[in-house]
């Protein structure tokens, strides 16, 4: 490690100071082109459009980070938040199906591997056991960039660039119009808010421009996905508190984005657990429980228990004091 100590540093830097100009982290990627690890198969082909949203399939998957001698991007970042051992398998066997259009949330105890889950479907990384499939064809068999046009990817944090609306809705479909932009922007809750803008589309968004409240931004991303109109979602749900108001309306953002698509999401919300076609609860890098919101509270195990130390309270409390204020990009 004590080798590779300069160019990491270097690396690092790069990182943060494009984090620092706005630029999401998966565009790091693409900009910097610095994802050996993943690359298309000499006969990949292009994941055929489907008609229907297709199924996802973990087929006894199994990962382990990449060791330090093949070092990427994501696992300086990873070393760089502790931790220590990139190369131990992360997840053991994990299987199971979403069904074309269903909704699937991953809960668990943090470092259990659900973003890790999310990881193998747009290929961040590829499974190092078993087979990720979408639409019944294994993820590595396709180019990388059908599979992206086919897997929408939705953060935690919608990272928004220094530029205008019309800009930051562009970087998900080049070629879109003025009009798609405002009907997607309509559709994800947002489009009063930009109606009301003093440049509309043009309104420059960022820590120099418009600054918009953390409900706003999710919004923003979300109908940046609509946008993109991918098949398959794979969603981190916001942890930030939101007031009431803004809560209700990325959710009504959300169920707009999710109807008719197959998606994967990272719940932290007890109303997404609540609709999930099926929740599974990863612990350990392991399956642990699977179902029903019903179900598994009867089942009085580990959800059971997630629920009552994460969800419940979201449900009797009254809304969370406010702390979207307006926030720096
Ligand atoms: P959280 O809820 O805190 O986000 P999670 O359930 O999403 O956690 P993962 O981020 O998938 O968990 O992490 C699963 C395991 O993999 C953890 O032990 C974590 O330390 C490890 N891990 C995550 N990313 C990397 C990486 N890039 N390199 C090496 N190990 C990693």
Do not use: C, W
């Amino acid at each position: 490690l004590t080798r590779m100590y300069g160019p990491l540093t270097a690396l690092s830097n790069v990182h943060v100071d494009v984090m620092t100009a706005l630029v999401s982290f998966d565009r790091v990627f693409e900009v910097l082109d610095l994802k050996p690890l993943i690359d298309d198969r000499p006969d990949a082909r292009a994941l055929p459009p489907a008609r229907q949203a297709p199924a996802v399939e973990f087929d006894h998957v199994r990962f382990r980070y990449p060791g330090a001698d093949e070092i990427s991007l994501a696992s300086l970042e990873s070393i760089a938040r502790g931790d220590t051992s990139p190369g131990r398998e992360v997840l053991h066997d994990v299987h199971f199906t979403a069904e074309p259009g269903q909704m699937v949330a991953l809960v668990g105890p943090s470092g259990a591997g659900k973003s890790t889950i999310t990881h193998l479907v747009s290929r961040m990384y590829d499974a190092t056991g078993g087979a990720v499939r979408v639409g019944g064809t294994d993820v590595r068999d396709v180019t990388l960039e059908s599979l992206r046009s086919t897997v929408g990817v939705v953060s935690q944090d919608a990272h928004l660039f220094h530029d205008t609306i019309g800009e930051n809705m562009r970087y998900a479909a080049p070629g879109a119009t003025d009009e798609e932009i405002l009907a997607a922007l309509e559709a994800a809750h947002v489009g009063d808010l930009i109606a009301a803008m003093p440049d509309g589309l043009d309104t420059v968004v960022g820590d120099r421009g418009y600054r918009l409240s953390g409900g706003e931004k999710q919004r923003l991303a979300i109908a940046r996905l609509l946008l993109k109109a991918p098949s398959v979602v794979v969603l981190d749900e916001a942890t930030a508190h939101l007031d009431s108001e803004s809560e209700a309306a990325v959710q009504r953002a959300l169920q707009t984005a999710l109807a008719g698509r197959t998606s994967l999401v990272i719940a932290h919300r007890l109303s997404t657990v609540r609709e999930a076609d099926q929740i599974l609860v990863i612990d350990g890098g392991r399956i642990v429980e699977r179902g029903r919101h019903e179900e598994l509270l009867l089942e009085g195990g580990l959800y059971a228990e997630l629920y009552r130390t994460q969800f419940a309270r979201q449900g009797e409390t009254a809304p969370s004091p406010r702390t979207d204020e307006p926030a720096t990009m």
